[in-house]
């Protein structure tokens, strides 16, 4: 039998709500645009801040006593982020961290990436090698939050090959006085 357009029931009906297709395509489409956006947000922000932090400078050549210093607050904007880092390393302890040589422009630093499911408050050494003997060194207090962090030293004039700098994170239980946790390193190798 053959149906007019003027009989009832030949339309379905229209459902009210969102699709749920639509719904899981747009968020994938979300989830996808910050997958690429956050690692670029990362790699072009400036330093993390230091506040309440210090920087110890010292020279292997001439045994000083180190001198502490703070980092300018920068944004670095406009000059591209070059990051030279080492693999993403995991303890059975539960911190895992990256460690990098960051370099802007003229300028040259260390940074680690880490998160710390520990459940306790940890302490880190991040230590910038420059060529020629010269280290600088940031500690950092690692919350115990198990939230990402990172701990960075200041900008540096880099003075040299950028590929002869090195950084090495280390963590440990206690004021820095504690077993050792983990150690990450900016070359290729790791630490």
């Known amino acids: 039998m053959q149906r007019h357009s003027g009989e009832q029931g030949t339309s379905l009906p229209r459902r009210r ?3 749920p297709r639509r719904v899981r395509l747009f968020a994938l489409a979300a989830v996808a645009a910050a997958t690429v956006a956050l690692p670029l947000a990362v790699a072009s922000a400036g330093p993390v801040g230091d506040d309440g932090r210090a920087a110890v400078r010292a020279s292997e050549a001439d045994g000083k006593v180190p001198v502490p210093s703070r980092s300018p607050l920068v944004l670095g904007l406009g000059l591209a982020t070059a990051a030279r880092c080492g ?7 539960g ?3 990256q460690t990098c040589v960051m370099t802007q422009g003229r300028d040259t630093w260390a940074r680690t990436y880490y998160r710390n499911a520990t459940g306790e408050d940890l302490h880190s050494v991040l230590s910038l090698m420059e060529p ?3 280290t600088v060194q940031m500690r950092c207090v690692v919350g115990a ?5 990172a701990c960075e030293t200041p900008r540096e004039r880099t003075g040299g090959d950028v590929e002869a700098y090195t950084a090495i994170a280390e963590f440990a239980k206690g004021a ?3 077993p050792l946790l ?3 390193g900016s070359d290729a190798g790791g630490s």
Do not use: K, T
């Open 17 to 19: 709500g969102l699709d």
């Open 87 to 93: 693999p993403e390393l995991f303890s059975a302890d």
């Open 95 to 97: 911190i895992e961290a």
């Open 132 to 134: 020629g003997g010269r």
């Open 145 to 149: 939050e198990d939230d990402p962090g």
């Open 176 to 178: 820095g006085s504690g």
């Open 182 to 184: 983990l150690r990450s």
